[in-house]
């Protein structure tokens, strides 16, 4: 059984950093694209980043770059988000989220953790 | 940056009848070298994560009802709901895979009338 769950949400204050980690299991995670996606209380969607399998290519929405950094552990099947700088309009659910294992991460998701919760708030 | 536009915000239909959600792309998002739509359809119910129901625009996940049906090319798509059932209430997101940043629509929310 495919599964994904998120660790390390909290509060932080404006300017803060903060790391979350996903553990992963129920698959080989080497193959597949992964993913973070929010949504902020009582909002929508928003993808955050993704990272390619070999953790060489990332890619990041232009509200997060420069910011937060996106990275994996293939050998013990971690994905994390590293986030700087963080400002109130982060505060989000963030999810962890599968891609696909066709070796693009031009892909939705298919598994979704339950998401950890971040506050960005004084 | 590609804009998905869902129609309506809100949605309430009877149990038994039809349910059509819209969504439309600032630009194209078929590929022409291999003719696919690079959209996707999620649902998410209250308290959970989102639960992809279709990719290719049309290409129906497993384990999804066939009351639940997507179409569309180019820039305009449509999720029906062909008979909706009380366990269909949720929110209804499509998502472009076209090209970064992936963008989502803004959501429309389907209740029992």
């Known amino acids: 059984e495919v599964q994904l769950v998120e660790s390390g949400g909290g509060l932080v204050q404006p300017g803060g950093s903060l790391r979350l980690s996903c553990a992963a299991s129920?698959?080989?995670?080497?193959?597949?694209?992964m993913n973070w996606v929010r949504q902020a209380p009582g909002e929508g969607l928003q993808w955050v980043a993704n990272?390619?399998?070999?953790?060489?290519?990332?890619y990041y929405v232009d509200s997060v770059k420069g910011r937060f950094t996106i990275s994996r552990d293939n050998a013990n099947n971690s994905l994390f988000l590293e986030m700087d700088s963080l400002r109130a309009e982060d505060t989000a659910v963030y999810y962890c989220?599968?891609?696909?294992?066709?070796?693009?991460?031009?892909?939705?998701?298919?598994?979704w953790g339950q998401g950890t919760l971040v506050t960005v708030s004084s | 940056d590609i804009v998905m536009t869902q129609s309506p915000d809100s949605l309430a239909v009877s149990l038994g009848e039809r349910a059509t959600i819209n969504c439309k792309s600032s630009?194209?998002?078929?590929?022409?070298?291999?003719?696919?739509?690079?959209l996707a359809w999620y649902q998410q119910k209250p308290g959970q994560p989102p639960k992809k129901l279709f990719y290719?625009?049309?290409a129906r996940e497993s384990g999804v009802p066939d009351r639940f049906s997507g179409s569309g090319s180019g820039t305009e798509f449509t999720l029906t709901i062909s008979s909706l059932q009380a366990e269909d209430v949720a929110v209804y997101y499509c998502?472009?895979?076209?090209?970064?940043?992936?963008?989502f629509g803004g959501g429309t929310n389907v209740e029992i009338k």
């Open positions: 989220a599968r891609g696909d294992n066709s070796g693009s991460c031009y892909r939705p998701a298919d598994y």
């Open positions: 129920g698959f080989t995670f080497s193959n597949y694209c």
């Open positions: 990272i390619k399998q070999d953790g060489n290519e990332k």
């Open positions: 630009q194209s998002v078929l590929y022409n070298s291999n003719k696919n739509n690079y």
């Open positions: 290719w625009a049309s």
């Open positions: 998502q472009q895979y076209y090209s970064f940043p992936l963008t």
